[in-house]
Structure formats: C-alpha cells, structure tokens
C-alpha cells in the first residue's frame, strides 16, 4: 500500500458521537439493534464518501457482532475506517464503543463491515480512487 493511500486512508476516519436517548431504545431500555446498523451504515457511508470523494452506495455487510446490549442514557462512539481497496469497492469497519455519561471508561460494544461501490451519475461502477501511486 503506498503512502499517498495510506494518507488518504488515515485523513477518512470518521468518529460520530450519540446519547442514546429513550425514543431509540425498545422495551428492555436497549438501543435497537436496527437502529445501531443505521447508525453505522452512516458513519460507514461518510467515511467511504470522504475517503473517495466519489458517489458511493452500500452494496453489502458482513457480519455484525453485538457483544453487550447498550442501555438507554448512555454515550456511543462509532469509529469507521476503510479497512480495504478494491478497483471499484472499499470495506469499511465500524466500531461502537460505549460509556457511562458519568463515568471514565469505554467499551466496544459491536462491530461490522461494509462494502461500498463507487458509481457514477448512470449508477455505474466506477473506480473508488483515481491514480494513487
């Protein structure tokens, strides 16, 4: 990987923060697990798009791991970083950490992965990046 991509790479990583407030939770006080993949489908998105500069559209995720449940009132952190180059793709990972509003510390709560395509304006694939050496 050169370092022009690598930079570019580096320069994309997208963080969004959220209070998990009430009207995002089901009725055991978690955040919906639908609503954590929008949110991570956008940070995804924005990273994608900030790293190509392109139109892009989600074709795919992979697997989604969900390892606590993240209750009502508390802080989320996604991180997304393209994690792969393809010739007209990227894969992006998206983290959520966790935390208490009133205290120090953090969990990483889920991951996932998805694949974005970039596309012109007739919905065609077209190369992510232009010329990186």
Known sequence: MTSQLK???ENSETHIFKA????T???YDTLF???ALQLMDEASFICATRFSRKKVVTVSTDKIDFTEPIPQGTLVELIAKVVKVGTTSCVVQVDIFMENMYEEGRTKVVTGFF??????????PVKIVDSIE
């Open 7 to 9: 930079k570019r790479i």
């Open 20 to 23: 998990v407030f009430p009207n």
């Open 25 to 27: 939770t089901n009725h």
């Open 33 to 35: 697990g639908g609503t």
């Open 115 to 124: 694949t974005f395509v970039a596309i012109d304006d007739a919905k065609n």
